[in-house]
């Protein structure tokens, strides 16, 4: 079964607004990941938080990780268009620590 | 320091035929991962190899399935007797020696399509 479940599934918002997904998994993490995927292709590595980590920045990216409730969040802030893709959270766990178990994705379209 | 590279990108095959996809990692890797990624949903772990090693097999259907990482070349997933459900995109990843492998770097994935 799937770890993590991204909410909303779809997003559409205008160019400079800020998007955010969400994102939850069910059992002891090491790490959470975010992934951007653009339509037809593959992979894109966004930003990884670690377990013990709270909040993390990259760019105009921000990741907060709550353990406790077992949830994360990735915040685009002034989005463009070329930020429309599938945003995926994707955990590791501590009895597994290589395998990405991956969400479903959320579709975010960014209109100009 | 080129990216992972699969080849095919993309492949028809008719039911019953053999799938054979290629995976070459970056430079400097040694584990490979293969994922499957059925349409609109999120990937799904199937195989986790080391050269010559199968280390965790656990996603990938006992049947019909099969990976290998030989000690030269590239990754091989390979699917015999195909049939329409097995119609996806496959990707996959590597990661670096042990001590750093949280991070993996994805290919640009093989789309399979099965007649």
């Known amino acids: ?112 | 320091n080129a990216g992972v590279m699969q080849n095919p990108r993309h492949l028809v095959r008719r039911r019953g035929q053999e799938a054979r996809l290629r995976c070459s990692p970056m430079k400097g890797h040694s584990h490979v991962y293969w994922y499957r990624q059925l349409p609109e949903e999120g990937l799904k772990f199937m195989v986790y190899l080391q050269k010559e090693n199968i280390i965790d097999e656990s996603g990938m259907p006992k049947e019909r399935f099969s990976a290998e990482f030989p000690k030269e070349g590239p990754s091989i997933l390979r699917i015999q007797q195909v049939v329409r459900g097995d119609s996806a995109a496959y990707f996959c990843a590597s990661s670096p020696p042990s001590w750093d492998r949280d991070t993996q770097y994805f290919g640009p994935g093989t789309r399979l399509t099965v007649l």
């Open chain 1, 1 to 112: 079964s799937q770890q993590g479940e991204e909410d909303p599934q779809a997003l559409s918002i205008q160019e400079g607004e800020n998007a955010t997904m969400n994102c939850s998994y069910k059992t002891s993490i090491n790490n959470l990941q975010w992934y951007r995927q653009n339509s037809g292709r593959g992979l894109v590595h966004l930003i990884l938080i670690r377990s013990n980590e709270r909040e993390k920045h990259s760019g105009r990216l921000r990741v907060t990780l709550d353990t406790s409730k077992k949830s994360s969040s990735l915040l685009i802030t002034a989005s463009r268009a070329a930020d429309t893709a599938s945003y995926f959270c994707a955990t590791q766990s501590a009895g597994s620590s290589y395998k990405l178990i991956f969400g479903s994705g959320t579709r975010l379209l960014v209109r100009p």
